[in-house]
C-alpha cells in the first residue's frame, strides 16, 4: 500500500509542494513502515492515518524505515511519540531503522532513542 501526502499551499506560495510517501509491508511478525520525502507539519495528518491504519491492524511490531527520508521537523517527533504509546498499550514494539542525523536527532529530543534498530555487525 502506497499513501503520498501534499501539504496545503496558499496561491501566494509559488514553492514546490513537498512529498511524502509511505509503503507498509510484512517483515516476518513485523509490518515495516517506509518513509520517503520530506516528513514535516504539512504532511503529519497523512503519516498520522497511515500509522493509526497499521496500529488497528493489529499484526506484530512496526518497524518505521527512514532510510528514504529527505527531510523530518519535530512535528513528526510527536507523532511517533504517540505511536509509540499506543503500540507499547498493545504489549507491541516500535523500531526505526536507518535514520539520518537530523531525524537521529529529533528521535533523541522525544525519548525514542532506545527504539532504534541495531545493526548487525557482518562476521568476516
Known sequence: MSVSALPHSSPND????????TTTRAEGTRTVVGLRGEADLATRSALADTLSR??????????????ELDF???SIGRTFSVC?????????????????????RIL?????????EKRHEMRP
Open 14 to 21: 509559488r514553492s514546490v509542494e513537498c512529498v511524502l510517501l
Open 54 to 67: 497499521v496500529i488497528a491492524a493489529g499484526v506484530g511490531d512496526v518497524v518505521i524505515d527512514l532510510a
Open 72 to 74: 523530518i521537523d519535530s
Open 84 to 104: 509509540r504509546q499506543f503500540l507499547r498499550a498493545r504489549d507491541r514494539q516500535l523500531t526505526f531503522r536507518s535514520p539520518s542525523t537530523l531525524a537521529a
Open 108 to 116: 533523541h529530543a522525544f525519548g525514542l532513542s532506545d527504539c532504534v
